[in-house]
């Protein structure tokens, strides 16, 4: 349980990061929407 607990810490980590840097490489708009989707993932998760 407690690995895969870190794992999914780990995980959501890593799509953090993701979607930091899509949203500055595509511009203001970009992070709203990646935002929302991965805030969306989270929620659900």
Do not use: E, P
């Not at 995980?11 to 930091?20: G, I, N």
């Not at 595509?26 to 990646?34: A, E, K, N, P, S």
């Not at 929302?36 to 929620?43: D, E, F, N, P, S």
């Amino acid at each position: 349980m407690l690995a895969a607990g870190q794992f999914k810490t780990r995980s959501l980590l890593v799509v953090a990061t993701m979607t930091v840097g899509l949203a500055l490489w595509r511009g203001r708009y970009g992070l709203l929407v990646l935002g929302g989707v991965a805030i969306a993932l989270t929620w659900r998760g």
